[in-house]
């Protein structure tokens, strides 16, 4: 089966649990099976601003970050939310920009990261971190299934607990559909395929994918 095959049937099997907590759980599972050189996942969640925790975790390592970024004040899940919409880490132990968590992160194995916006609402922030023991593992591809992953998890996250006036990182769903709609058409595509192309041209372009959705259903124009 496929990475697209794969994904769309993680959407199916999504949109069937209502439960926001089983969706979580099904999230981080899952991106440790679908993810290349992923060995641990967590949903990161920060509450008024301040306190950091996991709210579901495929294993002790992305529990055991959250616990440090919470202690530390400072992480790449952090920044992925206040700052980058993604953010990726070649070597947590020893990477500059968090040096207080660097002095933990080697000899608690946290290495190669990384962490996807998933949705800000007001002071409700949350993420998905991808985490692996090994130095500069989690590449391009795997960058590239996590943004389609991410993009997935966001929408059934934002369904299962019902947030009012979210701002999803990654997608709206309304948009997202109308222009990969086009793409099928246009070219003949399957859902998952006009979905990474989208994807594609918004990380070229370093624009977020809304708004090259909204461009493509408002103009029929996708700039490459």
């Known amino acids: 089966?496929?990475?697209?095959?794969?994904?769309?049937?993680?959407?199916?099997?999504?949109?069937?649990?209502?439960?926001?907590?089983?969706?979580?759980?099904?999230?981080?599972?899952?991106?440790?099976?679908?993810?290349?050189?992923?060995?641990?996942?967590t949903i990161t969640r920060v509450r008024a601003r301040r306190h950091v925790f996991s709210q579901a975790s495929a294993g002790p390592l992305g529990t055991l970050l959250d616990q440090l970024q919470d202690q530390t004040?400072?992480?790449?899940?952090?920044?992925?939310?206040?700052?980058?919409?993604?953010?990726r880490v070649a070597d947590l132990a020893t990477d500059p920009r968090w040096p207080r968590l660097a002095q933990h992160a080697g000899q608690a194995g946290l290495r190669s990261v990384l962490c996807f916006q998933l949705f800000v609402e007001g002071d409700n922030l949350g993420s998905l971190d991808l985490i692996a023991t090994t130095p500069d593992v989690l590449d391009d591809d795997a960058e590239d299934v996590g943004q389609l992953f991410a993009a997935h998890a966001a929408i059934a996250l934002a369904g299962a607990e019902e947030l009012s006036h979210v701002q999803i990182a990654l997608v709206s769903r309304d948009v997202i559909g109308q222009a990969k709609g086009i793409l099928m058409e246009r070219y003949r595509l399957d859902a998952d395929q006009a979905f990474a192309l989208l994807a594609r041209?918004?990380?070229?372009?370093?624009?977020?994918?809304?708004?090259?959705?909204?461009?493509?259903?408002?103009?029929?124009?996708?700039?490459?």
Do not use: F, W
């Open 1 to 41: 089966m496929s990475t697209g095959q794969r994904l769309a049937q993680l959407a199916h099997e999504l949109q069937r649990r209502n439960d926001p907590q089983a969706v979580m759980e099904h999230i981080v599972t899952a991106a440790v099976a679908l993810v290349p050189g992923v060995q641990d996942a």
């Open 73 to 87: 004040g400072e992480g790449p899940c952090l920044d992925a939310l206040y700052e980058d919409q993604t953010v």
């Open 201 to 224: 041209v918004s990380q070229d372009a370093n624009r977020k994918l809304r708004e090259v959705a909204e461009e493509l259903a408002t103009t029929g124009q996708l700039h490459r």
